[in-house]
């Protein structure tokens, strides 16, 4: 133990003095595979690890993260991401090497998992914070706040078996964040709840995030991860495959997701997007109509000439008036499901118009298509402000089919000159 | 928690029981109760003196096998001190041993026992059985993770301990050579105490409580040692 101290260059002391909040070194969780429970007692109780088959969870993990950094963790399901998550929550116990936590852990995985569903809101909100390791009138001090904020009326009062499971999470978000914690660790979504909730409980991370809170971040959703976090983390079968700036790895990590031929499926067009009433004062903010035109002709299937064709996108969209002014995106995929390129209004610094009811409309054109022949969907994003939380995804609401005059192969004409010399 | 009855129940079932086993014993078997007289009640007040003791005993161990295992949650979810939990079968236990030995007092005072001034000593005497039911409670708790049979087997076992505790009989009643098998169950001791307390007025020697609590406290730290070294498993079995 303490010779492992030594070469990795310092000891528990200068962990905790040093403003790092985790420690991995070779952290590794192994479970035992068809053992008995009477084998597994006896291995425990002497100390050992028996000579039963094993699985591998995740070995191997060396991660140092200072205070308020945001750390992404990447990869597909099964490599071990969640155990890691689980690890550092204090939930598992590592099976080697050695992890320190320096700080209070915030967890925003399975919410509401400790909830005792006899108890009403109110006394799972005492329950939870003693968990927490808060004194009582550290929590008389926060009830009225984590009421407030999770909004769910007098069902407070009620037994949460009761509950549906939006004010379930509510509650439990409430709870979890409402004392600033030093880490917070989030799976999967940024955003909890629906609608309105779901912009609250982004903000407030936001605002977590900003107020120098360590965030581990993990989630399938890559642009949100690289739009977050200064390093990320790429598990894959509980391996290390690479940790380091994220915009690297997550390059990285998709090289390798369209080489796993496997992963590749053909995307699926879906349904019309409904129009529906404006969105006064609710909070909310959506897609509300969605067209695809190729050279005038919309549809959901599109036919166009490489080079020659006009692509264009007429999105309309309503929004809260009270909410900031939203970005629209859009995403053009192959026909494997690899984005081959992607456009947003934050990017290309244009600022959306709403009239007084939230109203707006915009429209994106491709002239002269330079896809070359090929089958290929779009999917259009209406996102918040700062072009993290997205309040609606239309995925692949359109294909276009691609044809060519010419033999040039590939998937994409980049602008280009020839000179003879 | 929700019985809309409450703590009625703490003395409803123990009266049913000590109906059913005072007209089993007392006047189906014509058992006599050695050096306590003819008369059914005093069969009766002596056999509820055992039994209140070993109910607690039964209450508490028999949930605790399966303490941790129903909540999996609180093991796999959050971090919960899991030590706390025994503490539940424990306090509920102690409440329904002072509801019971409230109502012996009243019953023994109403048929003529005299009233002891060391009646007030009987939490002190009982004090290390509550260190025992903890203990023990811990110990069936962290089994129970890894033993999934542990309730049936508890179960079976304390059906058996029923009989092997003086609770229809008192220790004297048994030939001198099986005496000493009997002093092997952890319960006798605090039951002998009990009936020699409410109706003689007797407290045991300071050397045999001392015992007593020596013995349930070591029980109780080697309890909470065996769970601290098998408590990192409990994830991975649950």
């Known amino acids: 133990m303490l010779f492992s101290d030594v070469f990795a260059g310092g000891s528990p002391m200068s962990f905790e003095s040093s403003g790092d909040v985790i420690l991995a070194q070779n952290l590794g969780k192994r479970y035992a595979l068809g053992a008995s429970s009477y084998r597994r007692l006896w291995d425990q109780l002497i100390g050992r690890e028996g000579n039963t088959d094993y699985f591998d969870a995740l070995t191997g993990v060396n991660l140092r993260v200072a205070a308020g950094e945001s750390i992404g963790l990447i990869g597909h399901n099964g490599a071990g991401k969640s155990t890691l998550l689980q690890l550092l929550c204090g939930t598992l116990n590592p099976s080697h090497g050695s992890l320190q936590v320096n700080g209070h852990v915030a967890a925003l995985l399975e919410l509401g998992a400790g909830f005792n569903p006899e108890f009403t809101g109110r006394e799972n909100i005492l329950f939870s914070a003693a968990l927490y390791g808060q004194q009582p009138q550290q929590i008389e001090q926060h009830m009225q706040e984590i009421i407030e904020f999770a909004d769910i009326g007098e069902f407070i009062d009620q037994p949460v078996r009761t509950y549906s499971s939006g004010m379930y999470v509510r509650l439990a978000f409430s709870i979890a964040t409402s004392v600033k914690p030093d880490i917070l660790v989030i799976d999967e979504a940024l955003a909890v709840g629906d609608g309105v909730f779901a912009r609250k409980s982004f903000d407030r991370i936001m605002q977590l995030k900003q107020d120098g809170v360590t965030l581990l971040f993990c989630s399938h959703s890559l642009f949100q991860v690289e739009a977050l976090c200064d390093r990320c983390l790429w598990l894959n079968k509980g391996q290390v495959m690479a940790l380091g700036p994220s915009a690297e790895v997550i390059a990285q990590y998709n090289d390798w997701l369209a080489q796993s031929a496997a992963a590749a499926q053909p995307p699926q067009v879906e349904g019309n997007v409904p129009l529906q009433a404006p969105l006064a004062a609710t909070g909310l903010a959506r897609i509300s109509s969605l067209q695809a035109l190729c050279d005038g002709a919309s549809g959901k299937v599109l036919y166009a000439r490489s080079g020659e064709s006009e692509l264009a996108v007429d999105i309309e969209f309503d929004t809260d008036p009270q909410l900031p002014v939203p970005n629209l995106a859009l995403m053009v995929y192959g026909a494997d499901g690899r984005v081959l390129c992607s456009t947003g209004t934050w990017i290309d610094g244009v600022t959306l118009q709403r009239d007084a009811n939230g109203h707006g409309r915009a429209s994106l054109k491709y002239p002269r298509l330079p896809l070359l022949k090929g089958v290929y969907t779009l999917s259009a994003y209406l996102m918040c402000e700062r072009a993290v939380h997205v309040y609606e995804a239309v995925s692949h609401f359109a294909s276009v089919h691609v044809s060519q005059s010419h033999l040039e192969q590939g998937v994409v004409s980049i602008p280009h000159q020839w000179q003879a010399h | ?238």
């Open chain 2, 1 to 238: 928690m929700g019985t809309s009855l409450g703590w009625v129940w703490a003395f409803v079932s123990p009266m049913l029981m000590l109906g059913v086993y005072t007209l089993a014993f007392k006047y189906v078997f014509k058992v006599r109760w050695p050096g306590a007289g003819e008369g059914a009640v005093e069969f009766a007040l002596h056999l509820f003196a055992g039994l209140l003791v070993f109910q607690a005993a039964a209450e508490c161990w028999g949930r605790s096998s399966r303490l941790v295992v129903d909540q999996p949650h609180l093991v796999k979810k959050v971090v919960f001190p899991l030590a706390l939990l025994p503490w539940a079968p424990v306090f509920n236990a102690l409440f329904h041993v002072g509801m019971s030995m409230g109502l012996l007092l009243v019953l023994a005072l109403v048929w003529g026992v005299q009233p002891h001034v060391q009646w007030l000593l009987l939490p002190l005497v009982l004090f290390p059985l509550g260190v025992l039911l903890w203990g023990g409670s811990l110990l069936l708790a962290s089994l129970g993770v890894y033993i999934r049979d542990l309730p049936q087997v508890v179960s079976l076992i304390l059906s058996l301990l029923q009989f092997l505790s003086p609770v229809f009989y008192p220790v004297s009643a048994l030939p001198p050579a099986l005496q000493p098998v009997l002093g092997w169950n952890p319960l006798t001791v605090f039951i002998e105490q009990v009936r020699a307390l409410v109706f003689s007025g007797a407290l045991p020697s300071i050397q045999m409580w001392a015992q007593s609590l020596m013995v349930s406290t070591l029980l109780a730290v080697l309890a909470y040692a065996f769970f601290r070294r098998v408590r990192g498993g409990f994830a991975d079995v649950l």
